[in-house]
């Protein structure tokens, strides 16, 4: 109980310090905050981005100070209730940032803070000026978690020879409705620690069919799942939720069906490997862990254009 009224109570001062942060020295320290959407399943990972942007007109170093760390977070519920991060001791690496520059930092919010409960969420970026003494703040983002549904489940043993001899998997196919499409996810936990392993985005899902699943001779996973018309993707799995690959598969007469191999593995038998990035038409597959990229648009001319993969520059790695 004094650990989270000490969070609130920090949380609160924080929040005193981002209304002291306006006027004239917010248009030094320029903070921004951006999500590639606003509606993810629970435990899937939510990256943020933050850019600060260098508005003093001189030299600006971020660094902790004893009693304040210069990057951070402010969530709260839509009702107004605290969200305190899981660690309240993180420290990070100093930081200078030049005359006019704007550096980007990337974040997973899903391991530092409980976001486990359904509902709506407020989020904000938090940067500390030693030299100004005080918080600048990102405008607020709203973010809405939800479950998605379960089409597919299996606990299975962890083998004697992998040292957790008497632990278990558990296994779950999910499908997630985003604005125009579905996702198929997977997600791999522990049932007797309460441990979440992954919650990761296969690719997307059509509604007819159903996946196919198999499971090796360690109780790795494999999946093979329909993404588009004649269009397969499969996915294997192990244990600790980390993927062993991906590969997709076109249906030209033969359709890919999972089969076991006499050694206790598993192989894709039929269909024809493909690499769906190569199609500048179509984002079919997304990087395990990616979010959804929006669907392709028409070119104006009948020549199709080549698709540029556009990155943030300036992306600092926690």
């Not at 904000?124 to 100004?132: K, L, N, S, Y």
């Not at 397969?232 to 993927?243: A, E, M, Q, V």
């Amino acid at each position: 109980m004094r650990t989270r009224a000490a969070a609130a109570l920090g949380l609160a001062l924080i929040s005193l310090c981002l209304l002291a942060g306006t006027g004239t020295a917010l248009a030094q320290v320029r903070v921004g905050i951006s999500l590639k959407r606003s509606l993810y399943m629970v435990y899937e990972p939510i990256i943020c981005t933050v850019s600060i942007t260098n508005l003093t007109g001189g030299e600006l170093t971020l660094a902790d100070t004893p009693r304040h760390q210069w990057f951070g977070f402010q969530i709260e519920t839509l009702s107004g209730r605290p969200v305190p991060p899981n660690d309240l001791s993180y420290r990070n690496e100093p930081l200078v940032v030049e005359p006019g520059q704007t550096v980007r930092r990337s974040v997973n919010l899903t391991p530092m803070f409980p976001l486990g409960e359904f509902g709506g969420y407020r989020i904000r970026a938090t940067v500390f000026a030693p030299a100004f003494n005080r918080y600048f703040s990102s405008p607020p983002l709203n973010v809405e978690i939800s479950e998605g549904r379960t089409i597919w489940e299996q606990t299975v043993g962890v083998p004697p020879h992998s040292g957790q001899e008497g632990k278990t998997r558990h296994y779950a196919l999910l499908t997630f409705r985003l604005t125009s499409y579905t996702m198929l996810y997977l997600r791999v936990s522990d049932p007797d620690q309460g441990r979440i392993y992954c919650t990761t985005q296969l690719g997307r899902f059509l509604a007819y069919g159903s996946p196919q699943v198999r499971l090796d001779r360690n109780n790795e996973i494999h999946i093979l799942h329909n993404m588009a018309p004649k269009e397969f993707l499969y996915s294997h799995f192990g244990l600790d939720g980390k993927p062993r690959g991906q590969q997709a598969y076109q249906d030209w007469g033969t359709r890919p069906t999972l089969v076991p191999t006499t050694e206790g593995g598993v192989s894709v038998l039929g269909g024809t490997a493909f690499d769906p990035k190569a199609v500048p038409t179509e984002k079919l597959l997304p990087g395990l862990g990616d979010h959804p990229a929006d669907l392709p648009k028409p070119e104006p001319t009948p020549t199709p254009k080549k698709q540029e993969d556009v990155r943030p520059e300036n992306l600092l790695s926690r």
